[in-house]
């Protein structure tokens, strides 16, 4: 019976042989096809990984060629949305070292990290949008880059951002005005929300 089996297999294994030899490449071995004899070939010239095609340069560059623009790419929308993002993002990847306030006196520069300038340096007021938006793709000096860590939109949002930082603190007196005439806008928008927060705790008190 054994016999029989092992006949049959090593008759079998014979048969096996309809595809198994042929040239073909293995991945990483030698193969002599090529005369460099890589069986790894390079992407074609000009191949773009799906969802990488970044079209719109200036969405992921803040520059037009080489030249750093001082708007919005077209894609976004400047809103208090915006803002209030670029705040919140500004407030977890920025403050450590640039500070609340922009001044660069954040708490790791505290403890010894370089200080780096103020945002409300004339240089900085006078920069560009993109420039703000480049230093966090790419880092700056001594600065690391945030690329990895913040999403383009949300680079857009904390370099909007870091405008109003700079207008708080260079505020002109019809800024206030501006300001007040904004506000009782602002607190009917939010008082909706806290109610309906508050509203299921209560009906959940009753059950
Ligand atoms: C770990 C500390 C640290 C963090 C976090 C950090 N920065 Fe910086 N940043 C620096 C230092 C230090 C410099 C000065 C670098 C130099 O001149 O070598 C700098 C410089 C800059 C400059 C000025 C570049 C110039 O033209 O002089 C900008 C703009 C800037 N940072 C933006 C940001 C933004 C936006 C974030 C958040 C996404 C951020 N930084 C987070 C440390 C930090």
């Known amino acids: 019976m054994t016999a029989a089996v092992l006949v049959c297999g090593a008759v079998m294994t014979g048969c096996r042989q309809d595809m198994h030899n042929q040239p073909k490449f293995i991945p990483l071995r030698a193969n002599d096809f090529y005369a460099d004899q890589r069986s790894n070939r390079d992407p074609v010239p000009g191949t773009v990984a799906r969802g990488q095609l970044k079209e719109d340069s200036y969405f992921y560059t803040g520059k037009h060629g080489v030249i750093l623009g001082n708007e919005l790419p077209a894609g976004i929308t400047f809103n208090r949305d915006l803002v209030l993002r670029g ?3 500004f407030g977890i990847y920025c403050t450590p070292c640039h500070s609340e306030l922009g001044d660069g006196n954040g708490m790791i520069v505290q403890r010894g990290y370089k200080k780096p300038p103020s945002f409300h340096d004339e240089r900085l007021i006078d920069a560009p ?3 703000f938006f480049d230093v966090a793709s790419n880092g700056f ?9 913040i999403k383009p939109y949300d680079r857009w949002a904390i370099a909007v951002y870091i405008r109003a930082l700079q207008r708080s603190q260079h505020a002109k007196e019809s800024d206030l005005v501006a300001a007040e005439a904004a506000a009782p806008a602002a607190e009917t928008k939010e008082k909706p929300e806290t109610m309906s927060h508050q509203q299921p705790a209560r009906e959940g008190g009753k059950q």
């Open 129 to 131: 949008l993109g420039h």
């Open 141 to 149: 000096g001594a600065m690391p880059d945030y690329a990895a860590q």
């Open 87 to 89: 705040q919140q993002r």
